[in-house]
């Protein structure tokens, strides 16, 4: 175990999970802001990719078909939304549906499994061929990054404004929001929609850093996107109050968890195969945090042992 090849890996490892963190800001606002657990994620990251991917394939610019894949994510998100409220399936349900059919529309959008784009043919706004040995603004890590806290400023901007505070009202009560008249059922679509638009931006930026767009590439978004988002609020939450700070700590908990992947995988603790499982029990252990703090470690229940072994 070269500690040196640990090293080398690493600016590939921040730019992955810069471009993660995008998704898991998406997935913080539903799960969050919302209080809604959408499953659609792990087909509209894929939705992002192939849109973009198929734009360019096309002959547009760059800008534009990030701009046409955050819109295809933000109709992913519509589609969701419009099935839990108009139809009155329950989000989780409603997040099911939306990610099976995306299957088969991003199937339709690509025309098959996988779609690759040549980073010497096309101008890619990001690439893993970018990592090394470029200038810095063609470099993944300060591109995303850049990108990154353009949205955070935007998402701050927009989360303090009535529309807003609404949406954020209605993922705290939403009886108590109905009551002061504000339309619940729209501040489920909107936020449903953001969010998803979010990762159908990070869905864009994936596929071009990875060099292709493949129907499988958003299986497990949504595992990664919540260990993410319970790491940001593990590690930062008692650092970061202000809302924008708490989407950087997201973004930050997306790169630490790419650096215990990676380190997991130069360890050589499991094999690739089994980085899913990995994932998923990051997830329940980081999720079962705050539940064994309460039963076991608050101190009520260490008072209440001391007495008993008085």
Same mark, same amino acid.
């Given at each position: ?23 898991? $800001? ?17 087909? +509209? ?12 394939? +096309? ?18 998100? #519509? ?9 009155? $399936?329950?989000?989780? #349900? ?157 973004? #930050? ?20 195969? +089994?980085?899913?499982? #990995? ?9 079962? $945090? ?7 470690? +608050? ?12």
């Amino acid at each position: 175990m070269n500690i040196l090849n640990l090293l080398n890996a690493m600016p590939g490892v921040f730019s992955q999970g810069l471009i993660w963190g995008i998704t898991a $800001i998406g997935i913080y606002i539903t799960y969050r802001v919302l209080d809604i657990a959408d499953l659609t994620v792990d087909g +509209s990251l894929c939705t992002g990719g192939a849109v973009c991917i198929m734009m360019m394939l +096309s002959g547009h610019n760059v800008f534009i078909a990030m701009i046409t894949a955050t819109l295809a994510g933000m109709l992913t998100g #519509l589609v969701t939304g419009l099935f839990h409220t108009f139809m009155g $399936i329950p989000a989780i #349900l409603a997040g099911i549906l939306s990610q099976l059919g995306l299957y088969s529309v991003n199937l339709k959008i690509m025309g098959k499994a996988n779609q690759a784009i040549n980073v010497d043919k096309y101008d890619l706004l990001v690439s893993l061929r970018y990592i090394k040995g470029v200038v810095f603004y063609k470099n993944p890590i300060f591109v995303v990054a850049f990108t990154i806290l353009i949205l955070v400023f935007i998402l701050y901007w927009f989360f303090g404004t009535e529309l807003g505070c609404a949406l954020r009202a209605t993922g705290c009560n939403g009886n108590m929001s109905r009551a002061q008249g504000i339309n619940t059922n729209k501040s489920k679509v909107l936020g449903l929609m953001i969010s998803n638009g979010l990762v159908g931006l990070s869905g864009a930026l994936l596929a071009q850093y990875q060099g292709f767009a493949d129907i499988n590439m958003g299986r497990g978004a949504i595992v990664i996107g919540l260990a993410a988002v319970i790491i940001g609020e593990a590690v930062f939450g008692k650092i970061f109050k202000n809302f924008g700070f708490k989407l950087i700590g997201v973004v #930050l908990g997306s790169i630490i968890y790419y650096i215990v992947l990676q380190v997991v995988i130069w360890l050589k603790i499991v094999d690739t195969d +089994s980085l899913k499982l #990995l994932s998923a029990l990051i997830v329940a252990v980081f999720l079962a $945090i705050p539940f064994w703090k309460g039963k076991y470690f +608050s101190k009520s229940v260490l008072k209440k042992g001391g007495n008993s072994n008085a």
